[in-house]
């Protein structure tokens, strides 16, 4: 039984930073991929930032070089550290895990319940 567990959103004024964690348990396969994707309401969930278990990433070109994804995995647990964040940023957050390659296509077997990130 797979169960993601988001933590680390909160309100933030624009230019400001927010690191987001992502603890996951169960996990019973040798191969993941492991992502965050952003929703707001009305639109389309997003892909922001993946990982693959050989540590190759991914990141949407609307948060590249300011967001970054890792990774600690003796701890399992995904990170997103947020830096620069604008106004557009503003969405619930969600991490996601997928047995093998996902990239930034929303289509992850499991998904957390997501942490709201507010840029002000």
């Known amino acids: 039984h797979v169960q993601l567990v988001e933590s680390g959103g909160g309100t933030v004024q624009a230019g400001g930073s927010l690191r987001l964690s992502c603890g996951i348990r169960?996990?019973?396969?040798?191969?993941?991929?492991m992502g965050w994707f952003r929703q707001i309401p009305g639109k389309a969930r997003e892909g922001v930032a993946s990982?693959?278990?050989?540590?190759?990433?991914t990141h949407a070109g609307a948060v590249k070089g300011r967001f970054t994804i890792s990774r600690d995995s003796d701890k399992n647990i995904l990170f997103l550290q947020m830096n620069s964040l604008k106004p557009e940023d503003t969405a619930m957050y969600y991490c996601a895990a997928h047995p093998w390659f996902r990239g930034l296509n929303p289509g992850y077997q499991f998904w957390g319940q997501g942490t709201q990130v507010t840029v002000s």
């Open positions: 169960g996990w019973q396969y040798n191969t993941y991929c």
């Open positions: 990982i693959e278990y050989d540590g190759t990433t």
